[in-house]
């Protein structure tokens, strides 16, 4: 290898030059006339060339890895089935039924763009918060602590100056199991504190060349680092849930005795408890996501079948089925406005009425409300379904058929009010209900 001062490629020509840029892809000093004839050739075009004094302080890019399977082979190619980097032989052997093989060059594209880009970045920062609070929340441990040995101490002094030199043997044995308590807490402590250290550490040193190579990285470089950091930060992560497990927040008191006798001033409690900072790791998203295959259907068996009411005339216009398993089914028929209830979608529960014939029915997520159009009224009704009353109504405008729910935002369509008899124009609303 040459001197970091000097070009390599006239280094191999026993020539010395003074470099001045740095190729990510071929990971080669380049001096100014190498530089410009690297810029010339057509394959090189796409290389990444950046200034040598741009990297200052930093390490130069790591180098790309060879295969772990096929020492001698480089990783080329990405399977998004399997998720993994691998090289020409690799696909030969182990990924010749898989569909998803994509080149390295094609699998990083728009890398610095990706969710993987993004997530593996997040996390990161996560970690570094995660454990600069480990950090301060044992800090404040360590001072709390300190505050209430001094705190402790006054109380055990003031008790100990009623009984005089009789006490000063008590006075000593308590000092020294608070002492003894102290000291064991802070060794613990501080253990945790090295191993928050060092995690956050390798996580900081990790986010400083991923920022090196997002700047002057190639996008292989930075696309083979950003699957090292998935596994590093798993690592990092259950180092943290280790760390968190095993936290607890120490806590010495002093209890004085009513009746103080001379054997004893007092008594020392420990009070434990979990520690106030909790991670909870964030969920990976992969920069290429593998689709689920697609079941066909080939056929549907009959599961559940509704006995009605014989003496009442259906007309029945949409279904839906609430968290609770209750089925609500609406009736148009002139003779019948009404929502029928099916308790685990087979039992008929109950019923409510309308003046005016119910149409679509659809189950608001996560609530205990469903909403159900009136078109003859122009408006859409609001159920309880805990309690299957009616619960408020809200005019929409014109003559509105289906509806779709959503936690935040109903979607209701219908026709306009504008129209001639051989055109229709449909409406779609969004309404946002300010309290659901």
């Not at 790791?281 to 996501?289: D, G, M, S, V």
């Not at 398993?325 to 019948?336: C, D, F, I, P, V």
Request: include cysteine; charge should be neutral; aromatic fraction near 6%.
């Amino acid at each position: 290898m040459a001197s970091a001062s000097l070009c390599d490629p006239c280094s191999e020509a026993d020539k010395s030059s003074t470099a001045t840029k740095y190729c990510s892809d071929c990971e080669e000093r380049l001096c100014t006339d190498c530089d410009e004839s690297h810029c010339r050739f057509k394959a090189f075009k796409s290389h990444h060339v950046i200034d040598l004094s741009s990297i200052g302080s930093n390490k130069l890019m790591p180098a790309i890895k060879n295969c772990n399977v096929h020492s001698e082979m480089m990783l080329d190619y990405y399977c998004t089935d399997h998720e993994i980097v691998c090289c020409r032989a690799c696909i030969s052997n182990e990924h010749r039924l898989c569909q998803n093989v994509l080149p390295l060059e094609l699998a990083s594209k728009d890398v610095r763009k990706s969710a993987l880009f993004n997530d593996v970045m997040e996390d990161m920062t996560h970690l570094i918060t995660t454990l600069n609070a480990l950090d301060n929340n044992r800090q404040s441990n360590l001072q709390s602590m300190e505050e209430s040995k001094s705190t402790i101490t006054k109380k055990i002094r003031a008790v100990k100056s009623k009984f005089l030199k009789q006490i000063d043997d008590l006075e000593r044995e308590l000092t020294t199991t608070l002492s003894s308590l102290q000291r064991k807490h802070e060794m613990e402590i501080n253990q945790q504190k090295q191993e928050i250290s060092q995690v956050l550490v390798n996580v900081i040193e990790n986010k400083n060349e991923m920022d090196f190579l997002r700047d002057h990285g190639s996008k292989n470089q930075l696309f083979i680092f950003l699957r090292q950091q998935v596994t590093n930060i798993h690592s990092a992560e259950a180092k943290i849930q280790q760390i968190v497990s095993h936290s607890q927040e120490f806590n010495i008191t002093f209890d004085k005795k009513k009746d103080v006798k001379l054997e004893s001033l007092g008594s020392l409690s420990e009070y434990v408890q979990p520690c106030q900072v909790q991670y909870k790791p964030k969920k990976f998203q992969q920069a290429q996501i593998k689709a689920e295959p697609m079941k066909n259907i080939r056929g549907f068996e009959k599961d559940t079948e509704l006995k009605l009411k014989i003496c009442e005339k259906y007309a029945f216009r949409d279904v839906s089925v609430t968290d609770n398993n209750k089925l609500l089914m609406t009736n148009a028929a002139s003779s019948g406005h009404k929502l029928y209830v099916y308790r685990d979608c087979k039992d008929y529960e109950t019923e409510i009425a309308f003046s005016s014939a119910p149409y679509c029915v659809d189950v608001i997520p996560g609530t205990d409300r469903a909403v159900i159009t009136l078109p003859n009224e122009k408006a859409i009704q609001f159920i309880n379904t805990t309690k299957m009353t009616k619960d408020g109504k809200v005019d929409v405008g014109f003559t509105c058929y289906g509806i779709a729910a959503e936690r935040d935002k109903i979607y209701v369509g219908g026709t306009g009010e504008e129209f001639r008899w051989h055109q229709l124009v449909y409406v779609v609303l969004a309404l946002k209900p300010t309290s659901l």
